[in-house]
């Protein structure tokens, strides 16, 4: 008796059913960690931020450390001495990393946070997803199987990039969508909004999951829906603008470009139109090169490319087939429905009767699918014209990781384009991941720890802030990019730039800059290349020497 109601329970009660659907996936990207690590004989407390390749952490982890512990870094963020016209932000906006923020606000800030924090923000989104869509056990399994061959998923989580940020509010954003076109509920839209203004605000061509609550609001209510998109759509770009324009340090080079727009102004139409389509030729060609690249040798950005153009595929196709399937249906339901028709129809149109319910979920389907695949389509078309291809190849990232859960919640029989998906993250990145700058997780090493112990010992005793009038210049270390040695061109050993005290400012500048403007430089602080020519330039200089090793050296200049 006992042993019929736990099975009745088992299949009876879907709310206690999702509850533990969403238990269990919330342990997934804990679960995937600890395998990873472990099978490199690690863990996760042995991840090192100053062991990593990637030098955007240091300044993402610098400038959360100042904003945590001072309300915002009492130095400049910047690149050859550039700064923000407010505060002290570097090029990208502090609205991209606003949970580590919190995070640190809350449980406070170290090495390891944003790594934990990354965990913490996947585990909460994928609770939050199964929850709110309810996923049958197959589309469970699919989504498992597809998440922990998407390597990428464990690479960003056990690192100190905002990447899980973006991943985590998108996959949210299309959990409340798809749970918005089971029932609506001005909840779940406002929620849509609050998610998608925030992507927009971190990096702008997330407008286009903007566009897609947009049009529930206006299905909803013609009128006011489309008044109320136009405002929130105009107030998120000028905020957008407003932010970039005074928290934004200007970057090397322009972060997107836009001649493809402006030549229509300055050169003419015609001039417009050839530069545009020049463009997207050349940059379509290096773009083809790339992912030849990517799965003949495994070139990362190539990798990604590929990754991300069949997930376009996939839903290209299964757009294509849930539409003719409606179509055909539609076309079924103007036959008589007598009984003595349904071998006609059967036989004119095969098993296209559908119930309305069965009308229902494929319409939903194809909302998601149609929106998806053209924000993809123009987020490829915004890459070719506006980024650079290496850089902006990492942007593809987010738009797989969303497509995953998108995949995996398709009802397809034989589940055949998720087969296919997942065997092409198999080889491209499991098998053709040899890349270790990409895809090498950064742990702790004797030498590397005592290295940035003995400069954090350095710079505490060395180094004091200046609290008049701050931001300024007082509180900022010259990041010298790299110098000429007597063994060649050497990049500095930046991961020692950890141990800066916090809520100092960064600038890193060109080897360039620093050699034409040694005796203008603003920053009071100076670290450079042990042995190399800007060494020599600022002995001669007089500056203060502070501290040395083999890999750096410091100096104060006044």
């Known amino acids: 008796m006992k042993k019929e109601r736990f099975v009745d329970w088992w299949k009876q009660d879907k709310r206690y059913m999702t509850l533990l659907k969403a238990v269990l996936m919330a342990l997934f990207p804990l679960l995937c960690c600890l395998v990873r690590t472990a099978a490199e004989g690690r863990s996760i407390g042995q991840v090192y931020l100053p ?107 056990l690192s100190g990039m905002p990447e899980v940020i973006c991943f985590s509010l998108l996959i949210l954003f299309y959990g409340l969508a798809m749970s918005y076109l089971k029932r609506e509920s001005r909840g779940k839209l406002i929620a849509m909004f609050v998610i998608s203004v925030l992507l927009t605000l971190m990096r702008p061509y997330m407008l286009l999951f903007l566009a897609l609550a947009c049009y529930f609001w206006i299905c909803r209510n013609k009128k006011a829906g489309w008044i109320g998109s136009i405002l929130i759509v105009a107030a998120t770009g000028i905020t ?66 590929d990754g991300y153009l069949l997930v376009l595929l996939i839903l290209l196709v299964q757009s294509f087939l ?69 850089e902006g190849s990492k942007h593809f990232l987010t738009f797989i990781a969303a497509g995953i859960f998108i995949v995996s919640m398709l009802e397809t029989r034989y589940y055949k384009k998720a087969v296919l998906l997942g065997a092409a993250f198999l080889y491209l990145y499991s098998f053709k991941a040899v890349e270790p700058y990409d895809y090498q997780i950064p742990y702790v090493t004797e030498e590397r720890q005592a290295q940035v112990e003995y400069w954090r010992e350095i710079f505490s005793e060395k180094l004091a802030m200046d609290t008049e009038q701050v931001p300024n210049y007082e509180n900022v270390v010259i990041w010298t990019f790299g110098d000429e040695t007597p063994e060649g061109h050497q990049n500095l050993k930046w991961q020692l730039l950890y141990s800066a005290p916090k809520g100092f400012g960064i600038s890193c500048c060109e080897r360039e800059y620093i050699t034409e403007h040694l005796t203008e430089l603003q920053s009071r602080y100076l670290a450079t290349v042990s042995g190399g020519a800007i060494d020599e330039m600022c002995r001669t200089a007089g500056y203060e020497e502070l501290g040395r090793d083999a890999d750096m050296v410091l100096y104060r200049r006044y």
């Open 240 to 305: 957008y603008a407003l932010i970039k324009h005074y928290l934004g340090a200007e970057y090397f080079t322009p972060l997107f470009y836009t001649d493809w727009i402006t030549t229509f102004f300055t050169d003419g139409i015609g001039a417009g139109f050839r530069n545009l389509f020049g463009t997207l030729y050349w940059k379509g060609l290096e773009f083809y090169r790339h992912c030849i690249e990517g799965g003949r040798n495994g070139l990362a950005s190539g990798a990604f490319f």
């Open 322 to 390: 849930d539409i003719r399937t409606l179509r055909r249906a539609k076309r079924v339901e103007r036959i008589a429905m007598e009984p003595e028709d349904k071998k006609v129809r059967e036989a004119l149109f095969g098993p296209y009767t559908l119930t309305e319910d069965r009308k229902r979920k494929l319409h939903n389907q194809l909302v998601i699918e149609v929106h998806f695949a053209l924000s993809l389509i123009a987020m490829l078309f915004a890459h070719l014209l506006m980024y650079k291809m290496v």
């Open 51 to 157: 062991s990593s390749e990637w030098n955007d952490e240091l300044f993402y982890f610098k400038q959360v450390e100042g904003i945590v512990n001072y309300g915002f870094p009492r130095g400049y963020f910047g690149f050859n001495e550039s700064h923000a016209l407010q505060l002290s932000f570097a090029a990208w906006s502090p609205v991209l990393v606003f949970p580590w923020i919190l995070w640190g606000l809350l449980f406070g800030w170290n090495l390891l946070s944003p790594v934990i924090c990354n965990i913490v923000l996947l585990t909460i989104t994928m609770f939050v997803f199964v929850w709110l869509v309810k996923p049958t056990w197959k589309q469970l399994g699919i989504l498992t199987v597809l998440f922990s061959l998407y390597s990428l998923f464990v690479r960003y989580m």
